[in-house]
């Protein structure tokens, strides 16, 4: 039977675990579905969701069972979403489950009374979390931040640095929901919620609005395709030399691309907004560094600035890595979904980028019973899944072409299921491959290509 070769991450969320389990046991069942009942090793006992109970057989259940597992399966999501529900969980920190806080004491006068205040400012009641992090970037990242500028020393620069880089995925992705949501606190805190962005995101190597009109006006509306400044397709997905090419060219030139993009598209107030957002932002930069403080504005500013430029393109590099020979322009097949912690506990289920480009307004939450929901389609479109590894590691995994442990980390599904380990990385490999201009112009249309 297939199976998949690494154990599941214990860190796993509960809804990435029931995917990824069900997943698993479509691929194990796929070789042979009426093979007769097979004694079960202590390996396979491990990989179980029910491993707590030794089972001396594995019976292979009905196409009718699995159907039934599955639609049960949704129901528990659905139910975790549902604020009605019995099942309901709020998400109040990242690095553990709400149910898990077991503390007595801990949860009477600390986490349920927190949990029922912070309910009332965020728009969605599982958002707990976004309050956590807000209040903790309240708490570290300002008062940090302004102290440097009043009494500086190299070891609390460097200190600030690295806490801000552990920071910064985190509210990246709190921010990637709030400029599809238009926000996250409830609307009688519009006034933070608008504000927020403003003082943190220069803080968090941001600048000012430039995710929202690069990611949400620019990225989504082009998918990958030509016209995408961040678009992968012109690139050989597994050089080291177009990588430093693509970044590079974002770094330097995002200022004046995206402004002429929207020109182009005949946006002239969307190009205002875009470049008057981000010169402005350099400006600040600038006043601060020469007339304020030069040293704080380097680790305050400057170095997170520095790390979000190549964290944004290596993020979207592994996003758009894997593009489809045959149909290029298909969400299924321009983007990929990643089941692993680093993304999905700690990045607000970013990891379903394909789920997200299919609905940019989903909320977080609701990105694993969405996927589950449309398995068959995911399967029957030839869309691509992996677990336990992120866009980082998979990046850096394909610029060292090391295809056989991105295999290794394939979730198959429908046909996928009946290739050998050699297939998936040529797969895999097909997928990697520069467009041609004349590719681009068959498969978009000429006004696309630069022939």
């Known amino acids: 039977m297939g199976r998949l070769h690494f154990p599941l991450d214990a860190e796993l969320t509960v809804p990435d ?9 479509d691929y194990e069942l796929h070789e042979d579905p009426s093979a007769t009942p097979a004694r079960s090793t202590p390996e396979a006992a491990e990989d179980s969701d029910d491993s707590v109970v030794k089972h001396s057989e594995f019976v292979v259940p009905s196409p009718e069972d699995r159907q039934d597992q599955e639609q049960q399966a949704i129901a528990y999501l659905r139910k975790l979403n549902d604020p009605k529900s019995d099942e309901f969980e709020v998400t109040v920190f990242s690095s553990v489950d709400e149910p898990n806080i077991k503390n007595p004491v801990l949860r009477q006068w600390i986490i349920n009374p927190y949990v029922r205040w912070a309910q009332t400012v965020v728009r969605v009641e599982t958002d707990v979390v976004m309050v956590t992090h807000l209040l903790l970037y309240l708490c570290t990242s300002i008062p940090s931040a302004t102290y440097l500028f009043i009494n500086f ?8 640095c690295v806490v801000q880089g552990w920071y910064m995925g ?3 992705l709190l921010k990637h929901q709030h400029i599809h949501m238009r926000g996250v606190l409830n609307k009688k805190y519009d006034f933070v919620d608008r504000l927020f962005p403003y003082i943190l995101d220069p803080l968090m190597g941001h600048t000012w609005n430039s995710y929202y009109y690069h990611h949400v006006k620019h990225h989504h509306v082009e998918g990958n395709g030509p016209n995408d400044l961040s678009s992968t397709i012109r690139y050989q997905r597994d050089d080291a030399w177009d990588f430093l090419r693509y970044v590079g060219r974002f770094y330097f030139l995002i200022w004046f691309d995206l402004p002429r993009y929207f020109l182009s598209t005949r946006k002239p107030h ?18 601060m560094f020469n007339h304020v403080n030069a040293r704080a504005t380097t680790f305050v500013f400057l170095i997170p600035l520095a790390f979000m430029r190549l964290a944004l393109m290596t993020g979207n ?6 593009v489809d ?4 322009d298909s969400d299924f097949r321009s983007s990929i979904t990643v089941i692993d912690v680093p993304s999905n506990r700690y990045c607000y289920n970013d990891g379903y980028h394909t789920s997200h480009h299919l609905n940019p307004l989903r909320h977080w939450r609701e990105h694993p019973v969405a996927f589950l929901s449309q398995k068959k389609q995911y399967s029957d479109e030839h869309a691509i899944v992996f677990y336990n590894i992120d866009y980082f590691f998979l990046t850096v995994n394909l610029l060292r072409k090391n295809y056989e442990h991105i295999a290794k980390c394939l979730v198959p599904m429908g046909d996928q299921m009946k290739l050998t380990l050699d297939e998936k990385v040529a797969m895999l490999k097909r997928k990697t491959r520069k467009f041609t201009e004349e590719e681009i112009a068959e498969k978009w249309g000429k006004q696309y290509a630069k022939l």
Request: charged share 10%; aromatic share 16%; hydrophobic share 50%.
């Open 17 to 25: 675990r029931v995917v990824l389990n069900i997943l698993q046991k």
């Open 153 to 160: 020393h190299w070891w609390h620069a460097v200190l600030h």
């Open 170 to 172: 985190a509210y990246t």
């Open 270 to 287: 969307l190009a205002l907004q875009a470049g008057g957002c981000e010169i402005g932002n350099y400006v600040f930069l600038y006043m």
């Open 317 to 322: 590099w592994g996003q758009h890595a894997f």
């Open 325 to 328: 020979e045959v149909e290029p």
